[in-house]
C-alpha cells in the first residue's frame, strides 16, 4: 500500500539557518504530494502541494520538488524564523481515491 | 469562502462515557469528509471519510462510529469511550476526487479520557 517516511525528528536550528525536511514516499499510480504545517494546539494547514514529477511547490518561502526518479519530495527553506516552529506533514494522494497518507511529521523548533 | 468547524475544542469525559463530536462544513456543496486521530506525538491515523450523505467508510475497526445526517456535518460517535480513544480527533473536507485536490483541515478537537 501507499506510504510516506519522513525523518526522525525533532529538528533543531537556529533562526536564519537552511532547514531541509527529507520525506519519501512509496505509492501505486502517480500520487500527488503535499506539505501540511500544524503549529501548537491547531489543525493541519497546506504548506504547498505538487501534482506531477519535476512539479516546485512553494509558499512562504518554503519549496518542495516532486522527484519521481527517487520517490522524494524534501522539505526546505533557506532562511527559517522562530515563527516556523511547529511540525510538518509529507503526505500523499493518488488520484481517484478518497484517502490521503501522512507521514508521522516532523517538528520543528527554531530557537532565536 | 469555506470555513469548517468543530466543536467542542477541548473534552475530558470518564473511561465508558458515551461521546459525540460535531463537524460541519461551510461554503461548498457535496464535500468529502473525513475524521483522523492524531495520539501524542504520532502521525495522523484516518478513521472514517464519507463521500455523501448516509455514506460512512470506516478504516479502523474500533469502539468508534462516524455519522453524517446532513451533507455538510460529520459526527463521531462512541457508547463507551476507552482510555486509548485520547488524542486530538481533526474533521476534514475536500472536493472531487482527482490527486491533486487537497484537504482542509478542522481546528480540532482534544479529547482527554480520565
Known amino acids: 500500500g501507499d506510504s510516506v517516511t519522513q525523518m526522525e525528528g525533532p529538528v533543531t536550528l537556529s533562526e536564519e539557518a537552511f532547514l531541509t525536511i527529507n520525506c519519501t514516499y512509496t505509492?501505486?499510480?502517480?500520487?500527488?504530494l503535499f506539505w501540511y504545517v500544524q503549529y501548537p494546539g491547531e489543525g493541519l494547514q497546506l504548506l504547498l502541494k505538487?501534482?506531477?514529477?519535476?512539479d516546485k511547490g512553494s509558499n512562504k518561502g518554503f519549496e518542495a520538488t516532486y522527484r519521481k526518479e527517487t520517490t522524494s519530495f524534501h522539505l526546505e527553506k533557506g532562511s527559517v524564523q522562530v515563527s516556523d516552529s511547529a511540525v510538518y506533514f509529507c503526505a500523499l494522494k493518488t488520484g481517484g481515491y478518497q484517502k490521503v497518507t501522512f507521514g508521522t511529521g516532523t517538528k520543528l523548533q527554531v530557537i532565536p | 469562502s469555506q470555513t469548517i468547524h468543530q466543536w467542542p475544542a477541548t473534552l475530558v469525559q470518564p473511561v465508558g462515557s458515551p461521546l459525540s463530536l460535531e463537524c460541519t462544513v461551510e461554503?461548498?456543496?457535496?464535500?468529502?469528509l473525513y475524521w483522523y486521530r492524531q495520539a501524542a506525538g504520532r502521525g495522523l491515523q484516518l478513521l472514517f471519510y464519507s463521500v455523501g450523505i448516509g455514506q460512512i467508510s470506516s478504516e479502523v475497526p474500533q469502539n468508534l462510529s462516524a455519522s453524517r445526517p446532513q451533507d455538510r456535518q460529520f459526527i463521531l460517535s462512541s457508547k463507551k469511550l476507552l482510555l486509548s480513544d485520547s488524542g486530538f480527533y481533526l474533521c476534514?473536507?475536500?472536493?472531487?476526487?482527482?490527486?491533486?485536490?487537497?484537504?482542509?483541515f478542522g481546528p480540532g478537537t482534544r479529547l482527554t479520557v480520565t
Open positions: 461554503g461548498t456543496s457535496n464535500p468529502n
Open positions: 476534514a473536507w475536500s472536493v472531487g476526487t482527482g490527486g491533486a485536490y487537497e484537504q482542509y
Open positions: 505538487a501534482t506531477k514529477a519535476d
Open positions: 505509492a501505486t499510480g502517480y500520487p500527488s
